[in-house]
């Protein structure tokens, strides 16, 4: 596949696996999505063993639904790459002209990417920290004087062997899932999706290329049509109360995992086509809005949601 | 001659690099075992391999990116004294190979700038580093790392990033670039140094092989450009050249089952078929099945999942409903589990030989002799690596040991402290046009915005010395008994000297032995451990190295070196003189000089009176000579802890 302009091609010659054809990983989909419809929920964190299509299904989202691949934050970039500074063959020129930085960027695309963000050298965390907190680009340096309001929503992938993240860092991203290994049978379709896929996307004619877009065409108007309804769905004073109930049975830390709980609910709905939130809608989002938001898991603990906290999540929204 | 006409394990390596070629998302070959001295010559004929064609990404007409540019980089030819590789035949351009070894920084990865002179002035050319490919059309590099254990920080993040990826992308000091990698990497690793590596990185790296006794031909080029996979590569070649699909057939159910079942993890699974798609290319096979898929796993040296212990990343989930195919007679010797290494004599009888045109039979497994080996041994390893080890470390103190770390990279300056002189020249050159015009003229201006230091590994600040006395040790755990002080040096990132006196293996039972070592993860530390008593005693010399141990640390680094812990855990009972240990010659009765040449080493020892080394003698309690290891502290200016064999909570008291 080369440089292509159609929505869901990837630029300059890269591959990326359509999206449809991504095989499991149903929870890391429903993050993403939900995050599409809802933009405020702010982002999505997946965490999970290597091999198991994290960047893959990020890279493919975003082509699916932006038609570009997401602005990535690079874990080594360097500061003047973040904030923003001078293009240097301007410079050389002796002209000035402004490189926009990876903030900016994500600002215009809606979308901040960052793989392996447990990796993160800590100052460019406190940098991402400062922005997506305040809302406000400040730069100040090199003869740069500029503050804009940016906002964009932050996508993260990560190998929980390596580290945990910070947990001011945690509790930006809107929403948590995690990537799980395949079944038998899942693992056999992912093997004949990826290895057709390599022997398709030389072809630029590719049939099954083109269903595979076909597809995510359809998908995409779905979720479109979700994010037009998504203020037309009714919330319920009780729903907002058993929300409430159960972030505080849970105990969890601070009031961002109601919200977006909320918030992720709310697009649940809207993807369904329903007309308001009910309680079964809170239960399909809840482990995502609030995994990484309970006391053990923003103090380094695990964030897996146990068959008991199932069990627990099953009792306060049954 | 073909591949299998030289050693059996070089046509494996061919036909694994000849994989590596063939599809373009095999793109990490990691080699275990390899003789230290055959590294480079190994590289040589992968950069050839990988030069000479590479599949479905074109191999246009252009000038290339050119052989050597910059530092880090070299022609694709001799590297590491090997022959020099044959130029790429069939008009395949020449790619780039570039070594990543112990100093590899991440400005030479990501982004290099190069000063260039002008009329009157200085300006500066910002190019993309070792692993940014600019053009899509160039030949794809050959990245070679010749200690995947100690590749540094910059080059252990870098290949996470890269290697296996469908996207990278760069962006620092103004370069902004995405890109697809396509670069194939070849590591070299020892098999029981698999535990010090991040699991995460050795993860990316789809092709193995375990070579202990690679034996290369006298011309390994040659023998490369004669093989069978040199000629089909050429005609996969061509076939790319159309834009088709080169890498081999498509699998069939029965091909896709079995690497789904045989493989553990998906990515692992991914790999296997697509190493059997690549052998299928490689043998003109129409379709890729089932046998292909065994003769991968072969390759790789596999044991099939019914004969694995349960420790890969994840479970496969139940197999497929698919039969096995009974083994036939003559292939029904059963697995081995997983043994310890054979010794020499009985290596050469169980080296197995999946020559590239041998019978492919059923897949019952085979042997692990050396050159076989699990594909995966970091699955069973020790971990001996540091938490997070793709992470950089915690700094401890911003003090003056900051200032002395191996440089790493560059950074914006913030005081006036280890300016990074040429860096900082760089960062002004591009902004003189406009300096110059805005006042109006001549001269080099730099101002505080542009200034860099540099940024510096952390250098050890503390230092643990352990002197184990082997025969002292009966009836204790010295794991549980050291922790204490083990732990502290893991915590306070320590550089570690053991030095050994009544080792049973020792080369020299009347000397002391002795190794130093980066951290606390050093296997040879848990060897030392566990090691065997023999008969002598020398505490005396031991006490000797380790004197001259602690006098060196402090000598060469006499202000970072923050605190030293010398732990010395003997009973006191040396029966070796340190005249004997120094002329191997026993000279009559040793009586008390034994003790008495030890007491004399500690004093000369406590006689130094470092205010920051810290002595302990670890009382092993033997009786009836108590008195011997408070003779020694008393010598040695330290105190004595005493503990009951295995009783770790007395040991963690002590500190």
Avoid at chain 1, 5 to 17: C, V, Y
Avoid at chain 1, 71 to 77: C, S
Avoid at chain 2, 408 to 418: E, M, N, P, S, V
Avoid at chain 2, 453 to 481: F, I, K
Wanted: hydrophobic share 40%; proline share 9%; charged share 25%.
């Amino acid at each position: 596949m080369t440089a292509g302009t159609r929505r869901g091609e990837p630029p300059q010659g890269i591959a990326i696996l359509p999206y449809g054809y991504v095989v499991g990983q149903e929870e890391v989909k429903l993050a993403l999505e939900l995050n599409f419809v809802a933009a405020r929920i702010g982002g999505v964190l997946i965490s999970g063993p290597p091999g198991t299509a994290k960047s893959t299904v990020v890279r493919a989202f975003a082509l699916m639904t932006r038609g570009r691949l997401p602005v990535t934050l690079t874990i080594d970039a360097t500061d003047d790459r973040v904030l923003g500074g001078w293009e240097l063959n301007a410079l050389l020129r002796g002209e000035t002209m402004e490189q926009p930085g990876l903030l900016e960027a994500a600002h215009a695309d809606g979308l901040l990417y960052v793989d392996e963000v447990n990796l993160l050298n800590d100052h460019v965390v406190n940098i991402i920290l400062d922005v997506s907190s305040t809302g406000v680009l400040s730069v100040q340096r090199e003869g740069i004087d500029k503050v804009m309001s940016v906002s964009f929503g932050l996508v993260g992938t990560m190998n929980p062997e390596e580290g945990g993240l910070r947990p001011q860092l945690l509790d930006r991203f809107g929403l948590m899932a995690t990537a799980q290994p395949l079944d038998a049978d899942q693992r056999h379709a992912m093997l004949r999706a990826v290895l057709r896929f390599d022997e398709e996307c030389g072809e630029p004619e590719s049939p099954w290329l083109a269903e595979g877009r076909r597809r995510d065409r359809e998908l995409r108007g779905r979720l479109l049509r979700a994010r037009s309804r998504l203020l037309d769905i009714a919330v319920p004073d009780a729903v907002v109360r058993r929300c409430a109930d159960t972030a505080a049975a849970l105990q969890v830390v601070g009031h961002r995992g109601e919200v977006v709980m909320l918030q992720a609910a709310r697009a649940r709905a809207a993807v369904e086509g329903a007309l308001e939130v009910t309680v079964a809608h809170l239960r399909a989002t809840a482990p995502l809005a609030l995994r990484h938001r309970r006391p053990e898991t923003t103090q380094g603990g695990s964030a897996d949601w146990t068959p008991e906290d199932l069990a627990r999540l099953d009792t306060l929204l049954s | 001659m073909t591949s299998e006409d030289g050693p059996a394990d070089f046509g494996r390596l061919l036909r694994v690099f000849a994989c590596a070629a063939a599809d373009p998302r095999l793109t990490g070959v990691l080699l275990f075992d390899v003789p230290p001295q055959l590294t480079g010559p190994v590289a040589d004929v992968f950069a050839a391999v990988v030069a000479g064609f590479v599949s479905g990404e074109g191999t246009g007409e252009g000038t290339g990116e050119g052989a050597g540019a910059g530092e880090g980089a070299d022609p694709a030819g001799p590297a590491g004294g090997g022959p020099r590789p044959a130029a790429p035949a069939d008009g395949a351009r020449a790619g780039r190979l570039v070594r990543l070894g112990a100093a590899v920084r991440e400005d030479d990865l990501w982004s290099r700038t190069r000063l260039l002179p002008a009329a009157g002035r200085i300006t500066v050319d910002v190019l993309g580093g070792d692993l940014v490919e600019a053009e899509p059309d160039a030949p794809p590099r050959a990245v070679v790392v010749p200690d995947l254990a100690r590749l540094p920080l910059p080059g252990l993040r870098a290949a996470v990033t890269v290697l296996g990826a469908d996207v990278a992308a760069v962006e620092r000091h103004g370069v902004s670039q995405v890109w697809r990698p396509r670069a194939r990497w070849l590591a070299f690793c020892r098999s029981d140094d698999a535990g010090r590596v991040s699991p995460h990185l050795l993860d990316r790296f789809p092709l193995r092989l375990r070579l202990p006794d690679l034996v290369l031909p006298a011309d390994p080029s040659a023998a490369w450009r004669a093989s069978s996979e040199h000629r089909v590569l050429a005609d996969l070649r061509n076939r790319a050249a159309t834009g088709r699909w080169a890498g081999g057939p498509a699998p069939d159910d029965a091909a896709l089952a079995r690497a789904a079942r045989e493989a553990p993890g998906e990515r692992r699974a991914v790999a296997l078929a697509r190493i059997a798609r690549a052998l299928a290319a490689l043998g003109g096979a129409p379709a890729t099945t089932e046998d292909h898929v065994t003769e991968a796993a072969r390759l790789i040296g596999l044991r099939p999942a019914a004969h694995r212990p349960p420790s890969g990343p994840e479970p496969s989930g139940p197999p497929p409903p698919r039969a096995e195919p009974p083994p036939p007679a003559a292939q029904t010797s059963p697995p081995q589990p997983r043994m310890p290494e054979p010794d020499a004599a009985t290596r050469t009888a169980e080296l197995p030989a999946p020559g590239p045109e041998e019978t492919v039979a059923p897949f019952t497994g085979h042997t692990p002799g050396r050159t076989g080996g699990d594909p995966y041994p970091e699955d069973e390893a020790e971990p001996l690596r540091e938490f997070a080890p793709l992470r950089a470390a915690w700094r401890r103190s911003a003090g003056p040991a900051a200032e002395r770390g191996p440089v790493t990279g560059i950074r914006r300056a913030t005081d006036l402290r280890d300016l990074a002189l040429v860096p900082t020249v760089v960062e002004a050159a591009k902004y003189q046009r406009l300096r110059g015009r805005a006042r109006g003229g001549s001269g080099f201006v730099i101002t505080p915005a542009d200034l860099r230091s540099h940024a510096r590994a952390a250098e050890p600040e503390r230092m643990l010395v352990l002197l184990l006395d082997h025969t002292s040790r009966p009836g204790w755990e010295w794991p549980q008994a050291l922790a204490p002080y083990v732990r502290w040096a893991y915590a306070a990132r320590a550089t570690v000297a053991v030095v050994e006196v009544g080792g049973a293996s020792a080369a020299d039972e009347l000397r002391a032995q002795t190794f130093q070592a980066r951290n606390v993860l050093d296997p040879r530390l848990a060897e030392a451990l566990y090691r065997p008593a023999g008969r002598a005693t020398p505490l005396a010399h031991g006490l000797l190295v380790a004197a001259q141990l602690v006098r060196r640390a402090f000598q060469q680094q006499p202000t970072s070196l923050a605190e030293a812990w010398l732990v010395v855990a003997t009973d006191g009972r040396g029966n070796v003189p340190l005249r004997t240990s120094l002329t191997g010659r026993h000279d009559g009765p040793v009586g008390r000089r034994g003790v008495q040449d030890a007491l004399t080493a500690a004093g000369q020892l406590g006689a130094m009176g470092r205010m920051r080394l810290h002595t302990v003698v670890l009382d092993t309690g033997a009786r009836p000579y108590a008195d011997l290891p408070f003779t020694l502290a008393d010598a040695l200016g330290g105190s004595v802890v005493a503990a009951e064999p295995g009783a770790r909570e007395d040991t963690d008291a002590a500190v």
